[in-house]
Nanobody, 125 residues
Framework: QVQLVESGGGLVQAGGSLRLSCAAS????????MAWFRQAPGKEREFAAA????????YYAASVKGRFTISRDNAKNTVYLQVNSLKPEDTAVYYC??????????????????WGQGTQVTVSS
């Protein structure tokens, strides 16, 4: 079992930045692929970024590539999402997800078994 707790969301003006964090419980954090998904009001939860257990493989959705950066610190059991050049359409609840994975990191919501409670990001125009 893995428990995930996100933090770092907030209200920011367009063009601004935030750093989201996701702290995970457990002693085998490095064996888990981690991902960030987001869900805007009235829309389905969508993939944003994912990182393999070692950090060697990283994937981004086209809509965030070049603006968002995913990283992880296995010593701290934490994954981060640096979000820059925010746009109003980035407004959403951002969720952290984990899946035990030997190689790579899934980008499909259905492949993740563990989820955090989410952190709200609101971008004003």
């Amino acid at each position: 079992q893995v428990q995930l707790v996100e933090s770092g969301g907030g209200l920011v003006q367009a063009g601004g930045s935030l750093r989201l964090s996701c702290a995970a419980s457990g002693r085998t954090f490095s064996s888990y692929a981690m991902a960030w998904f987001r869900q805007a009001p009235g829309k389905e939860r969508e993939f944003a970024a994912a990182i393999s257990g070692s950090g060697g493989s990283i994937y981004y959705a086209a809509s965030v590539k070049g603006r968002f950066t995913i990283s992880r610190d296995n010593a701290k059991n934490t994954v981060y999402l640096q979000v820059n050049s925010l746009k109003p359409e980035d407004t959403a609840v951002y969720y952290c997800a984990a899946e035990q994975q030997r190689v790579g990191a899934p980008t499909s919501r259905g492949e993740y078994d563990y989820w955090g409670q989410g952190t709200q990001v609101t971008v004003s125009s």
